[in-house]
């Protein structure tokens, strides 16, 4: 569904990810694991054009998407979801959702505020509350609910679980797996190994802007060594 | 009583058209980032074509006027629909200050176009049918027209309120506001967005110029004069803010009606005044935000300035030997044009002391200049003074309006700089335009000559070129003291500043004071160089000629402004000689052109190529 190769990323001068390369068959979550700095955002941002890779090849449900705008992607089915989380703090909830509204592609089942509202019952009673008066927890909730809206065939997550208290992590990760059993293929970055180990099915782990490792959640854990190496601190 | 209410009502009527144009502005900015000079070219346009279209229709006819009225303001809307498409499209990652001296290139453009089809003469509109009549209110008579954009006003802000908050459009147009590059990553197409939140504003901005037809004559400085009291409008009541735009223009409308009454020539200071009360009691305005720093637009990226290297300094020795002997193989036009440009190149030093290290973009500098100018003049004409306590008179004054302008200035930053700074200026000439008993307005002031012993025109250049030097070297030599470095310390990073215990704003404000000083200095040379001063000394052109100086010769080196000045100098006596007329529309295009082939500025997209060729293979270990 999802192809990168020979990817190559700078900001300014800086040479930030060098000869990443991933796939993402359908239906599969993948997690790309990694420390601070590591390039995990950069790679999504790559990914859905906020940050123009200079190099490299990307596909999306065979076409070729590497500098296309990041509108356009979007428009093809790859939903991406921001690590800052971005809400419009000046919008309700139901107007954020408003901005996400795409039509269906036809693949995936159609969006609306009320199926979200049953994945995510704690938007419900907010809808007319402002982005900026939320808790951190339900912000997290309505960006992922936002670019649902879109209809997405691929979810790209940018540390879904970053900075959310123990219970709405377990939250996100059964909201994932729901995804995942609707069908949704994602591509996740994180840096919480529990949270990885209990939603995907295959790893990548990216460091200094390289992918240092492949497999699959499985052989992750069972690698004590690659994981001493690249994910402990 | 009653005087009061006929006050009233009469701000209210024309803070209708401001608010029109004041929302279209804020609308374009709150998504766009662009600050639209050319906004007040399109409420000209609107009022010449509403003009033209209602003249052919018939001003008899309901349909004939309110239909040329309506068409006017959706043409304008056609014509900021190409602007858009052709030219800002393609710098909305250019530096605030690029975009806004690219919006200023088609101000001129649209001037010397407006002019070429509408011609010199001021155009007398008909007055709408069906509102010719006057109503009568506690006995006076008042214009039922008035009345009418009284009612108008509220009635677009309703209208903008629906559409921006319960369409879809809307609700996109205020999240890109918020977040914009958000809104494309959820695949929406922001192109089209931006287009047609330009086509909005123009159409408003069109309307808003085809509505005072009836109101006042059409004529070519319609565009300026609208534009520095939408920038103060839009300072006011909050960049973005529609609301806002609204609360200000009424403000500034009513404050306008009651300054007629009470200090009919200087009814500006009384929009100073509400000016200096709001911003210091609410800093980003009546409804404003403190603008996000995410979001703020792409800053310039220059090499720092640094001291002159050896080569330099010999260079610039050689220049000034070339300078000092000049008059011995110049004829007397020749020395003119000398004494001329080195007068500009300390304008435009002042103006670099501020922008360049203070990283304070001004577009109203002129301002100082001509200050300085009417400084000396006035000394001289009003106290007889010689030229040399007019001198010292043009600096004085000059320095005070740094003192007060300055005070607001510094509390700003990026393009609310910029739009305070040219409001100010704009103040300021409109003062020495209307204070005729004491300016004589547009004659000027004539007969500001020079002591006997510099009448020579040799040795006017010399007294010139010893000044201006002096000053020039001063200004670096301030460049490079601790107080410089203050200065740099606080442009690049403020909180640091400000951390390691350094007033950034008294820097920046001493900072715009010296340069408000130097410019008057430069001015009264000026004045006794030429003999006489005029308003157009202050005109926001020569504010824009300052600019266009320092940014041919590139912000960041010190040696810039100096280039710059000879450059442009040269550029535009090669203008103003080789196409007499329609010159505007020449350097118009010039800015226009240079923007959208080096939108990093001349020295940026050096330095990128140069960046480019090098960087090429930095392997990303050492990088980190
Ligand atoms: N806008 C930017 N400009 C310059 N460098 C950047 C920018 N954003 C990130 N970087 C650099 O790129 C590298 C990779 O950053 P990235 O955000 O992709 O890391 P990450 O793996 O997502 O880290 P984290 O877990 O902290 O989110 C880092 O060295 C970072 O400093
Ligand atoms: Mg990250």
Same mark, same amino acid.
């Given at each position: 569904m999802l192809k990168v190769e020979g990817l190559h990323t700078y900001y300014g001068r800086a040479h930030i990810l060098a000869d990443v390369g991933l796939e993402v068959a359908q239906g599969e979550v993948v997690v790309l694991l990694g420390r601070n700095g590591a390039g995990k955002s950069t790679t999504l941002k790559s990914i859905i054009g906020l940050v123009p890779p200079a190099e490299g090849r990307i596909s999306f449900r065979g076409t070729s998407i590497a500098g296309r705008q990041p509108y356009e992607i979007a428009r093809l089915g790859l939903g991406y979801v921001p690590e800052e989380r971005r809400i419009f703090t000046e919008l309700t909830v139901d107007e954020n959702l408003e901005v996400g509204r795409r039509s269906a592609n036809g693949t995936t089942p159609v969006w609306t505020p009320d199926r979200l509202f049953v994945l995510f019952p704690n938007l419900a009673r907010m809808r007319e509350r402002a982005g900026s008066q939320m808790s951190g927890g339900e912000q997290q909730m309505l960006t992922i609910a936002r670019t649902l809206m879109g209809n997405p065939a691929c979810l790209l997550l940018d540390?879904?679980?970053?900075?959310?208290?123990p219970v709405i992590v377990e939250q996100m990760a059964d909201t994932i797996l729901e995804l995942k059993r609707e069908g949704m293929t994602v591509l996740l970055s994180e840096q919480n190994l529990r949270f990885a180990h209990a939603v995907a099915d295959r790893a990548l782990i990216i460091e200094k802007g390289r992918i240092r490792f492949a497999g699959t959640m499985a052989e992750l854990m069972a690698n004590e060594a690659v994981r001493t190496q690249y994910l402990r601190l | 009583m009653d005087l009061i209410l006929i006050q009233t009502l009469n701000g209210l009527a024309s803070a209708s058209s401001l608010f029109l144009v004041a929302s279209g502005l804020s609308i374009i900015f709150g998504v766009t980032r662009v600050v639209n000079f050319a906004h007040g070219s399109f409420y000209m346009l609107g009022a010449y074509i509403a003009w033209s279209l209602v003249s052919r229709f018939g001003s008899a006819s309901a349909l004939g006027f309110w239909g040329g009225v309506l068409l006017a303001a959706l043409l304008v809307g056609l014509v900021g629909l190409l602007i858009e498409i052709a030219l800002l499209r393609r710098i909305y990652q250019a530096p605030e200050l690029f975009q806004l001296l690219a919006t200023f290139g088609v101000v001129l453009m649209v001037q010397d176009v407006a002019l070429a089809s509408w011609g010199p003469q001021d155009l007398l509109g008909p007055r709408a049918p069906g509102l010719r009549s006057f109503v009568s209110i506690f006995g006076n008579r008042f214009p039922t027209y008035e009345l009418f954009l009284i009612v108008l006003g509220p009635i677009v802000l309703g209208a903008l309120w629906l559409l921006f908050n319960k369409t879809r459009w809307g609700t996109l147009v205020r999240a890109a506001t918020l977040d914009r590059e958000m809104v494309g990553a959820l695949g929406v197409n922001q192109r089209l967005l931006f287009t047609s939140v330009f086509f909005l504003g123009s159409c408003l901005a069109g309307l808003g110029g085809a509505l005072q037809l009836p109101r006042e004559a059409v004529n070519l400085h319609m565009d300026l004069s609208i534009i520095a009291e939408a920038f103060v409008v839009v300072v006011v009541g909050g960049l973005g803010s529609v609301t806002g735009a609204y609360l200000a223009a009424v403000l500034i409308g009513v404050m306008h009606a009651f300054g007629i009454l009470i200090f009919p020539k200087i009814t500006l200071v009384l929009v100073f005044l509400i000016m200096a009360v709001v911003l210091i009691v609410r800093p980003h305005g009546l409804m404003g935000r403190k603008p996000s720093l995410v979001q703020q637009g792409a800053t310039m990226r220059e090499p720092l300035l640094s001291p002159a290297t050896r080569e330099i300094k010999l260079l610039g020795a050689a220049a000034l030997a070339v300078l000092a002997i000049a008059p011995l193989l110049l004829g007397n036009y020749g020395v003119s044009l000398l004494t001329e440009l080195v007068i500009l190149t300390l304008f435009a030093a002042s103006l670099h002391f501020m922008m360049g290290p203070g990283g304070l973009a001004s577009f109203g500098h002129a301002a100082y200049f001509g200050l300085g100018a009417y400084g000396a003049a006035l000394a001289a004409k009003w106290l007889a003074a010689p030229m040399a306590a007019g001198l010292l008179f043009a600096p004085f004054l000059a320095g005070l309006a740094g003192v007060v302008f300055g005070w607001f200035c510094v509390r700003l930053s990026g393009v609310y700089l910029a739009m305070l700074t040219l409001a100010f200026a704009q103040i300021a000439w409109s003062v020495a335009f209307q204070w005729v008993e004491l300016t004589g307005g547009d004659n000027g002031i004539l007969g500001v000559w020079p002591a006997p012993w510099a009448a020579g025109k040799t040795t006017y250049y010399y007294l010139a070129l010893v000044l201006c030097t002096a000053l020039v070297l001063a200004l670096r030599v301030a460049i490079f003291s601790p107080f410089g470095y203050a200065l740099r310390a606080g442009r690049d990073s403020p909180v640091r500043a400000e951390a390691i215990g350094l007033n950034v704003t008294r820097i920046n404000w001493l900072a715009f004071i010296i340069a408000a000083i130097a410019a008057g200095i430069a001015g009264g040379l000026y004045a006794y160089f030429k003999g006489s001063v005029f308003p157009t000394y202050m005109a926001i052109s020569k504010s824009v000629d300052a600019l266009l100086m320092v940014l041919l010769g590139g %912000?960041?080196? %010190?040696s810039g402004p100096i280039v710059g000045a000879f450059a442009f100098a040269w550029l535009q006596d090669w203008l103003v000689r080789g196409i007499a007329e329609y010159w505007r529309l020449v350097l118009g295009s010039a800015i226009v052109v240079l923007v959208l082939a080096f939108p990093q500025g001349l020295v940026g997209t050096a330095l990128r190529w140069r960046g480019r060729s090098q960087d090429d293979d930095v392997p990303a270990e050492a990088v980190r």
């Amino acid at each position: 569904m999802l192809k990168v190769e020979g990817l190559h990323t700078y900001y300014g001068r800086a040479h930030i990810l060098a000869d990443v390369g991933l796939e993402v068959a359908q239906g599969e979550v993948v997690v790309l694991l990694g420390r601070n700095g590591a390039g995990k955002s950069t790679t999504l941002k790559s990914i859905i054009g906020l940050v123009p890779p200079a190099e490299g090849r990307i596909s999306f449900r065979g076409t070729s998407i590497a500098g296309r705008q990041p509108y356009e992607i979007a428009r093809l089915g790859l939903g991406y979801v921001p690590e800052e989380r971005r809400i419009f703090t000046e919008l309700t909830v139901d107007e954020n959702l408003e901005v996400g509204r795409r039509s269906a592609n036809g693949t995936t089942p159609v969006w609306t505020p009320d199926r979200l509202f049953v994945l995510f019952p704690n938007l419900a009673r907010m809808r007319e509350r402002a982005g900026s008066q939320m808790s951190g927890g339900e912000q997290q909730m309505l960006t992922i609910a936002r670019t649902l809206m879109g209809n997405p065939a691929c979810l790209l997550l940018d540390e879904p679980s970053e900075g959310l208290a123990p219970v709405i992590v377990e939250q996100m990760a059964d909201t994932i797996l729901e995804l995942k059993r609707e069908g949704m293929t994602v591509l996740l970055s994180e840096q919480n190994l529990r949270f990885a180990h209990a939603v995907a099915d295959r790893a990548l782990i990216i460091e200094k802007g390289r992918i240092r490792f492949a497999g699959t959640m499985a052989e992750l854990m069972a690698n004590e060594a690659v994981r001493t190496q690249y994910l402990r601190l | 009583m009653d005087l009061i209410l006929i006050q009233t009502l009469n701000g209210l009527a024309s803070a209708s058209s401001l608010f029109l144009v004041a929302s279209g502005l804020s609308i374009i900015f709150g998504v766009t980032r662009v600050v639209n000079f050319a906004h007040g070219s399109f409420y000209m346009l609107g009022a010449y074509i509403a003009w033209s279209l209602v003249s052919r229709f018939g001003s008899a006819s309901a349909l004939g006027f309110w239909g040329g009225v309506l068409l006017a303001a959706l043409l304008v809307g056609l014509v900021g629909l190409l602007i858009e498409i052709a030219l800002l499209r393609r710098i909305y990652q250019a530096p605030e200050l690029f975009q806004l001296l690219a919006t200023f290139g088609v101000v001129l453009m649209v001037q010397d176009v407006a002019l070429a089809s509408w011609g010199p003469q001021d155009l007398l509109g008909p007055r709408a049918p069906g509102l010719r009549s006057f109503v009568s209110i506690f006995g006076n008579r008042f214009p039922t027209y008035e009345l009418f954009l009284i009612v108008l006003g509220p009635i677009v802000l309703g209208a903008l309120w629906l559409l921006f908050n319960k369409t879809r459009w809307g609700t996109l147009v205020r999240a890109a506001t918020l977040d914009r590059e958000m809104v494309g990553a959820l695949g929406v197409n922001q192109r089209l967005l931006f287009t047609s939140v330009f086509f909005l504003g123009s159409c408003l901005a069109g309307l808003g110029g085809a509505l005072q037809l009836p109101r006042e004559a059409v004529n070519l400085h319609m565009d300026l004069s609208i534009i520095a009291e939408a920038f103060v409008v839009v300072v006011v009541g909050g960049l973005g803010s529609v609301t806002g735009a609204y609360l200000a223009a009424v403000l500034i409308g009513v404050m306008h009606a009651f300054g007629i009454l009470i200090f009919p020539k200087i009814t500006l200071v009384l929009v100073f005044l509400i000016m200096a009360v709001v911003l210091i009691v609410r800093p980003h305005g009546l409804m404003g935000r403190k603008p996000s720093l995410v979001q703020q637009g792409a800053t310039m990226r220059e090499p720092l300035l640094s001291p002159a290297t050896r080569e330099i300094k010999l260079l610039g020795a050689a220049a000034l030997a070339v300078l000092a002997i000049a008059p011995l193989l110049l004829g007397n036009y020749g020395v003119s044009l000398l004494t001329e440009l080195v007068i500009l190149t300390l304008f435009a030093a002042s103006l670099h002391f501020m922008m360049g290290p203070g990283g304070l973009a001004s577009f109203g500098h002129a301002a100082y200049f001509g200050l300085g100018a009417y400084g000396a003049a006035l000394a001289a004409k009003w106290l007889a003074a010689p030229m040399a306590a007019g001198l010292l008179f043009a600096p004085f004054l000059a320095g005070l309006a740094g003192v007060v302008f300055g005070w607001f200035c510094v509390r700003l930053s990026g393009v609310y700089l910029a739009m305070l700074t040219l409001a100010f200026a704009q103040i300021a000439w409109s003062v020495a335009f209307q204070w005729v008993e004491l300016t004589g307005g547009d004659n000027g002031i004539l007969g500001v000559w020079p002591a006997p012993w510099a009448a020579g025109k040799t040795t006017y250049y010399y007294l010139a070129l010893v000044l201006c030097t002096a000053l020039v070297l001063a200004l670096r030599v301030a460049i490079f003291s601790p107080f410089g470095y203050a200065l740099r310390a606080g442009r690049d990073s403020p909180v640091r500043a400000e951390a390691i215990g350094l007033n950034v704003t008294r820097i920046n404000w001493l900072a715009f004071i010296i340069a408000a000083i130097a410019a008057g200095i430069a001015g009264g040379l000026y004045a006794y160089f030429k003999g006489s001063v005029f308003p157009t000394y202050m005109a926001i052109s020569k504010s824009v000629d300052a600019l266009l100086m320092v940014l041919l010769g590139g %912000v960041q080196t %010190v040696s810039g402004p100096i280039v710059g000045a000879f450059a442009f100098a040269w550029l535009q006596d090669w203008l103003v000689r080789g196409i007499a007329e329609y010159w505007r529309l020449v350097l118009g295009s010039a800015i226009v052109v240079l923007v959208l082939a080096f939108p990093q500025g001349l020295v940026g997209t050096a330095l990128r190529w140069r960046g480019r060729s090098q960087d090429d293979d930095v392997p990303a270990e050492a990088v980190r």
